[in-house]
């Protein structure tokens, strides 16, 4: 239990930066990304972003990758 909190801990650190760099608007074409889907009508406008994803998901995936291999050891 006490490496599950651990690990829970350092994943709600992460996640708070990430969130703090994302509402700074700091991370240059961040969320505009080539492959994102964007289709603008005459009154609304709709926003996917695909390739945005797909990034995050990566780069979670590789950190969670991490902090498994580490807390193994």
């Known amino acids: 239990m006490h ?5 829970l801990v350092i994943l709600g650190v992460v996640i ?3 969130g703090l760099l994302l509402m700074s608007g700091k991370i240059p074409g961040f969320g505009r990304l080539p492959g994102d889907i964007v289709h603008r009508g005459r009154n609304t ?5 695909v390739v945005t994803c797909l990034i995050l998901s ?3 995936t590789l950190v969670l990758w ?3 291999v580490f807390m193994r050891r």
Do not use: E, W
């Open 3 to 7: 490496q599950l909190g651990k690990m």
């Open 16 to 18: 708070g930066g990430a």
């Open 45 to 49: 406008t709709f926003y996917f972003p």
């Open 58 to 60: 990566a780069a979670l």
């Open 66 to 68: 991490l902090a498994r």
